[in-house]
C-alpha cells in the first residue's frame, strides 16, 4: 500500500469510520509491519494532543445519541489502542519519530482546502517543508513538529518554509509555543514575527493592515524588506503594517483558537397540527412566534405551503445579533419541495425593516433555486430539485460572502455565490411569495398601487418543511488582549 493509502487508514480508524473487517486487517498490520506501527504513533500522539486542545465541550449544542455501530467503533478504538501500547511496549515503539519533520492538520466543522506539497510528498493531512495550505472556507488546527500548536482560519493561504516557520499569505491565526521551542517564526508577505516564548495571534486579512498581537510573552518582529528595524513586543500590545510603516495596533483584539461549536439560533420543522395558523405560533427553537403581514398561511401535512391567490408573508425574530469578528458564520438552511413556477417566493434575512438575502425562486420561468443578495441580479443557483429538497445558505460576516449549497453540508463546491456587505448583523426571517408588481415597490414605487394586486397575479409558492438557523460559535475559545 501507499503512504497516501496508510495515512487515509489510520486517519479513518482515528475518526471511528473503519468496519469491523477493516479493524482486524489494521491489527494484522500493526503486528507485522514495522513502518506502519511507526505512522500510526506519530499520528497517534499528534491526535491526542488535538482533542486535548481544541475539541471544544459543553455549549449549547443539540448532540445525537451514540448509534450502535458508534459504541461498537468507540470498543474497537480502545481494543486497538490497548493491542499497540503492548507492541509498543515489547518493541520500544514509543521512542521512535518520524524520519522527516511534518506539521499534522486537523480541518473543523464547515471547512474546505487542499495542501500542495513538493515532489514525492503525499499526505492530506500533513505539510512538509515546502508544502502550502489553501483553505477556502473554515479553520484547521495545526501542530507543528517542535510541538507548536497553531489555529489557522481562512480564506486564507499558509506555507511551511522550514520545520520552525510558517508563512501567513491571508487570513489569521493563533499560535502557543511550549517551552523548548522558542524561536518559532510565522511571517506574513511584510513582516518577520519571531517568537520569544509566547501566545500570538497574527492577521493578515485582505483589506486592513497585516498586524501582530501579543497575548502572553513576547515576540521579536520586523518589516521583511527592513530586517535592523527591529520591534519588541509584549504581553497586551500589538502592532499592525501600515502605509510601509509599523505603528501601534489599537484598540481590543481577540482571536479564536479551538475549532467553533455549532449553535442553533432559530429552527422550526412545522410538525404542528393541520390547520395551524402561523400567525401566533411560536417556532421549535426561537426568540417569538410567527407574525403574518399578508395572507394567512397555515400548516398542513408538515408543510408551511404559501398557495393561494393572494401575497403571502410573515416574520420571525432571530433574537440578539449573533454575529461577530470571531463568531463569524451563518448556516440557513431550508428544506422544502422546491420553489414554483414563474412569479417569485422564497426565504429572506431581514435587518430590521431592510431584506438583505433572498433564497428560493426570484421570478423566472424555470422555477430554479436562487441566490439573490437584495439589490444584485438574481443569480440562477441549480435545477429545480425534485421532491424534498434542501439548500444551506453560508454568510462569513468578515467578508461579506454569501454562498448557496445543495444539501446541509457548506465543505463541497457551493452552486452560487455572491459578495455583499460584510457586518450584516441578521434579526429577522421573512418565509413569503407574491407577484411581479412587487418589483414595483421593492424599485421604490407606489405602495397603493401595490396594493391592489395583492389578491391577483400571485404565480409562485414555496412548500417549506423545514428552517434552521445556525451559528459556528467561538465563545468558548477566545484569547484575547485588552
Not at 509584549?234 to 461549536?261: I, N, R, T
Request: charged residues 25%; glycine residues 10%; hydrophobic residues 40%.
Amino acid at each position: 500500500m501507499s503512504l497516501r493509502d496508510d495515512e487515509t487508514t489510520i486517519q479513518d480508524l482515528l475518526d471511528g469510520k473503519l468496519g469491523e473487517a477493516e479493524f482486524s486487517k489494521v491489527e494484522e498490520r500493526m503486528r507485522q509491519d514495522r513502518e506502519f506501527r511507526r505512522l500510526y504513533l506519530s499520528y497517534v500522539k499528534i491526535h491526542h494532543l488535538l482533542v486535548e486542545k481544541f475539541e471544544v465541550s459543553g455549549g449549547n449544542i443539540v448532540r445525537m445519541p451514540a448509534s450502535p455501530m458508534a459504541v461498537r467503533r468507540r470498543r474497537m478504538w480502545l481494543a486497538l489502542v490497548a493491542v499497540v501500547a503492548l507492541l509498543a511496549s515489547a518493541a520500544g515503539l514509543l521512542r521512535l519519530t518520524t524520519p522527516e519533520p511534518t506539521a499534522i492538520l486537523v480541518y473543523g466543522p464547515e471547512s474546505k482546502g487542499r495542501t500542495e506539497h513538493p515532489e514525492g510528498r503525499v499526505g492530506t493531512n500533513l505539510m512538509w517543508v515546502g508544502s502550502t495550505l489553501e483553505l477556502d472556507r473554515g479553520s484547521v488546527a495545526i501542530v507543528m513538529p517542535s510541538g507548536v500548536k497553531g489555529y489557522f482560519e481562512g480564506p486564507g493561504k499558509l506555507d511551511m518554509e522550514n520545520p520552525n516557520k510558517l508563512r501567513l499569505h491571508s487570513g489569521r491565526a493563533w499560535f502557543e509555543v511550549p517551552a523548548g521551542a522558542d524561536g518559532f517564526v510565522c511571517a506574513t508577505d511584510s513582516l518577520f514575527v519571531e517568537d520569544l516564548g509566547t501566545e500570538f495571534g497574527v492577521i493578515a486579512d485582505p483589506g486592513r493592515p497585516e498586524a501582530v498581537y501579543v497575548i502572553k510573552g513576547k515576540v521579536r518582529l520586523h518589516p521583511i524588506e527592513r530586517p535592523a528595524e527591529i520591534h519588541n513586543l509584549v504581553q497586551g500590545q500589538g502592532a499592525a503594517w501600515k502605509d510601509q510603516q509599523l505603528e501601534g495596533a489599537k484598540g481590543q483584539a481577540a482571536f479564536s483558537a479551538a475549532f467553533p461549536e455549532k449553535v442553533v439560533v432559530f429552527a422550526d420543522d412545522f410538525h404542528d397540527a393541520d390547520g395551524t395558523p402561523l400567525d401566533g405560533k411560536l417556532p421549535d427553537i426561537g426568540a417569538g412566534p410567527w407574525r403574518t403581514t399578508h395572507g394567512a398561511m397555515e400548516v398542513r401535512n408538515g408543510v408551511l405551503d404559501t398557495r393561494g391567490e393572494r401575497r403571502n408573508a410573515a416574520f420571525a425574530p432571530l433574537g440578539q445579533p449573533y454575529l461577530n469578528d470571531l463568531t463569524h458564520i451563518l448556516l440557513l438552511t431550508i428544506e422544502g419541495r422546491g420553489p414554483g413556477d414563474e412569479g417569485w417566493a422564497g426565504v429572506s434575512l431581514y435587518t430590521g425593516d431592510q431584506e438583505r438575502i433572498f433564497v428560493g425562486d426570484p421570478c423566472g420561468s424555470s422555477g430554479d433555486w436562487a441566490l439573490h443578495p437584495v439589490g444584485w441580479q438574481a443569480i440562477n443557483a441549480c435545477p429545480l430539485l425534485e421532491g424534498i429538497s434542501t439548500v444551506t445558505l453560508r454568510y462569513d460576516y468578515r467578508t461579506g460572502l454569501v454562498e448557496l449549497f445543495e444539501g446541509e453540508e457548506t465543505t463541497g463546491t457551493p452552486r452560487a455565490s455572491q459578495w455583499i456587505a460584510p457586518g450584516l448583523a441578521f434579526d429577522r426571517i421573512r418565509i413569503a411569495n407574491g407577484s411581479v408588481m412587487d418589483a414595483i415597490l421593492d424599485a421604490g414605487g407606489n405602495a397603493e398601487e401595490v396594493k391592489l394586486y395583492d389578491a391577483i397575479n400571485v404565480r409562485s409558492n414555496i412548500a417549506v418543511r423545514k428552517i434552521k438557523a445556525t451559528v459556528l460559535s467561538a465563545a468558548n475559545s477566545i484569547r484575547k488582549i485588552n
